[in-house]
């Protein structure tokens, strides 16, 4: 089936450890983005793709770090610098920017800070 | 980013009709109105848009007023099912960045039987 695989679901790291968040889509999207949801918050958008080799910072950018080298993926580590990186985080894809297409999730991936 | 508004939560009874409203006042004429429903614990998934005219599809009714400054999603017979969060985003097709934008805290919906 089509969709986007988030991995791992649950990840525990110490203070001080870089993570990275695993997203693979087989949609043949364009636009691939991560989003961080606090609980009982909305979805703030961290950094989004549009096309292979580029991509652009959202509103919380500092603290992260991504790259799409492939079409299909669209990892995000999290830094040490990132200062309260306990959160749930979600990938999405959609189709290309300017059309009305509808954005598809994974099922998240629940980081905790020990 | 256009905002939205929406109440930060309503209560309905299962089999009932729902109406969840959405304030966007400062919408722009690219902008399309799309709602999102999340279950606890996963990711949103899509339930309905549009950018003038009323729609319907299998999950839900999207009624658009004339000026475009609210819109309301109509949840026809409301099922335990249907319990979660609710969003409601507007995204501009006409700025080329896609979902690039931030979803707002939405509205939780509780449906009891």
């Known amino acids: 089936d089509g969709g986007i695989t988030q991995s791992p679901k649950y990840l525990f790291r110490k203070e001080g450890q870089n993570v990275t968040l695993s997203c693979e889509q087989n949609l043949n999207h364009d636009a691939m983005y991560w989003y961080r949801q606090d609980p009982g918050q909305g979805l703030r958008l961290i950094y989004y793709s549009q096309i292979v080799n580029d991509f652009q910072k959202g509103d919380i950018a500092e603290g992260y770090s991504v790259s799409r080298e492939k079409k299909e993926s669209f990892p995000l580590t999290v830094t040490s610098a990132q200062k309260n990186p306990t959160a749930f985080y979600l990938c999405?894809?959609?189709?290309?920017?300017?059309?009305?297409?509808?954005?598809?999730f994974g099922e998240g991936s629940r980081l905790t800070v020990l | 980013d256009a905002k939205t508004t929406q109440p930060n939560s309503m209560e309905s009874n299962e089999e009932e009709p729902v109406h969840l409203p959405c304030n966007h006042s400062?919408?722009?004429?690219?902008?399309?109105i799309h709602w999102y429903r999340q279950l606890p614990s996963q990711g949103p998934e899509y339930v309905i848009h549009g950018l003038t005219s009323n729609v319907n599809n299998r999950m839900a009714s999207l009624a658009i007023a004339e000026d475009r400054k609210s819109s309301t999603l109509i949840l026809h017979r409301a099922t335990l099912r249907d319990a979660a969060v609710y969003y409601c985003i507007l995204r501009d097709v006409g700025s080329n960045s896609g979902y690039a934008l931030n979803f707002g805290k939405g509205t939780s919906l509780l449906v009891t039987p």
């Open positions: 999405a894809s959609s189709t290309l920017a300017a059309s009305t297409g509808e954005l598809f």
């Open positions: 400062t919408i722009s004429g690219t902008d399309y």
